[in-house]
């Protein structure tokens, strides 16, 4: 990836984490998420990456909160976004992530690439608000590949260290992984690699050649990541999920804020936001099925 290549804006809408006692934009039902859906893609985002939630804001992982979701979405934007389902869960059986792929069919899945302890750190406090272990084993992540390849989706692959870029090699020497990559490096997490400009550039750089990359920023370091990210040539996410905060400080009011402060940085260092046309060919989507 070059300058000269467009950015792919992803919004992450919703997590599954956050609640609206910490932010009240954060969408519960599918109607929310539909509006929200409507500001991303009219502030140039071109990417929905989805956690299911219920009407009541618990996380879910049921076919039919997600098919609810999704048929919202589409109905608000149509094609104007790429729909992606996350896949990441503790406790959760692969089956049951497998079950509502097959039924619901995003184009893309999220797919994390390796085992981690996964945490966050209160300096205040003196200690882990949270800490967990956050297991994507080897047969896990083939289970799950050969599930999306079974059904045309496109991984997305969530590398929170440099090591998990390193595990994508051998996926693609099986034959279970084929190109073009679609790599996300996820930084700002307890446990993965500290979110710093010139780790990005390291993990950017292990990134194999070919493949489209781009940068999760979890918290407030996300915009300093998404500046970094734009001058290396890669390709950018915020949202609701990552970060609740604009670059002043002041609490987001929606995910279509948080977008169009990403597509200003976006323009201001010389990039272009790509198109959803785009971003379906830079990731190996097929285009739309157009309606007879």
């Known amino acids: 990836m070059s300058l000269d290549d467009p950015a792919i804006i992803t919004c992450s809408i919703s997590g599954a984490l956050a609640n609206r006692d910490q932010c009240p934009a954060i969408p519960y039902t599918p109607e929310e998420y539909a509006a929200e859906a409507r500001r991303i893609v009219d502030e140039g985002g071109v990417h929905i990456h989805i956690h299911a939630r219920k ?9 039919e909160d997600f098919q609810s979701i999704k048929d919202a ?23 049951k992530r497998i ?4 039924e619901v069919r995003p ?16 300096s205040r406090r003196k200690d882990f608000v949270f800490k967990t272990v956050f297991e994507n084993s080897f047969d896990e992540i083939i289970e799950l590949l050969n599930a999306m390849n079974e059904l045309g989706i496109r991984p997305e ?23 073009p990559l679609h790599v996300d ?22 990134v194999p050649a070919g493949a489209h990359w781009g940068v999760i920023g979890i918290s407030r370091v996300q915009w300093m990541l998404v ?14 999920e990552d970060n609740l905060y604009l670059p002043d400080g002041t609490m987001a009011t929606s995910n279509g804020e948080l977008i169009a402060k990403a597509r200003q940085l976006t323009e201001d ?18 285009a739309p099925a157009v309606a007879a």
Do not use: Q, W
Not at 162 to 179: I, N, Q, R, W, Y
């Open 99 to 102: 079950a509502y792929l097959r």
């Open 269 to 286: 260092v010389g990039r272009r936001p790509a198109t959803v046309e785009e971003a379906r060919a830079k990731l190996g989507l097929p």
């Open 185 to 206: 490096l996820v930084m700002g997490v307890t446990g993965g690699v500290p979110p710093t400009a010139r780790n990005l550039a390291m993990m950017a750089d292990n």
């Open 107 to 122: 184009e893309v899945g999220a797919l994390n690439m390796g085992s981690m302890n996964y945490a966050k750190y209160s």
């Open 73 to 95: 979405i589409v109905a608000e934007v149509g094609d104007a976004a790429i729909i992606n389902f996350s896949t990441g869960t503790i406790g959760v059986p692969v089956e």
């Open 55 to 63: 009407p009541d804001g618990t996380p879910s992982y049921e076919i």
């Open 227 to 240: 500046a970094a990210a734009l001058t290396l040539g890669g390709s950018i996410r915020v949202g609701l």
């Open 157 to 179: 692959h969530e590398c929170f260290d440099v090591g998990h870029v390193g595990s994508l090699a051998p996926l693609v020497d099986m034959g279970v992984l084929h190109e």
